[in-house]
């Protein structure tokens, strides 16, 4: 089982960029497709994003405007956000899964980091 730990929220205004980072342990990170999620206070977890062989994101919201990529000799999965807008705020979470397919429903993954907290202040 690989081992996620996210790093790198904080509380930035709106217009903003953060990166945020996934770094794995415990089992070669390149044979994982790694998912982003987030959450807002009262509402359900929404998918963002992954990697595999590509990258694939969501919705409309963050097209254009969040960027994931890879770096296996480091474990390492970021989630580059540009233009934050206030409701870009939520928990974000990275996810695994052994293979590289397509997956979107967190029921899809099986590893799951502890979440960082994303602020976007108007």
């Known amino acids: 089982q690989v081992q996620l730990v996210e790093s790198g929220g904080g509380l930035v205004q709106a217009g903003d960029s953060l990166s945020v980072s996934c770094a794995a342990s415990?089992?070669?990170?390149?044979?994982?497709?790694v998912g982003w999620f987030r959450q807002a206070p009262g509402k359900e977890r929404e998918y963002v994003g992954s990697?595999?062989?590509?990258?694939?994101y969501d919705s409309n919201s963050v097209k254009g405007r969040f960027t994931i990529s890879r770096d296996n000799a480091k474990n390492t999965v970021y989630l580059q956000m540009d233009s934050l807008k206030p409701e870009d705020t939520a928990v974000y979470y990275c996810?695994?899964?052994?293979?590289?397919?397509?997956?979107?429903?967190?029921?899809?993954?099986?590893?799951w980091g502890q979440g960082t907290q994303v602020t976007v202040s108007s």
């Open positions: 996810a695994a899964r052994f293979g590289l397919s397509l997956a979107t429903m967190a029921s899809d993954y099986d590893a």
């Open positions: 990697i595999g062989y590509g990258t694939t």
């Open positions: 415990g089992r070669p990170f390149s044979s994982y497709r």
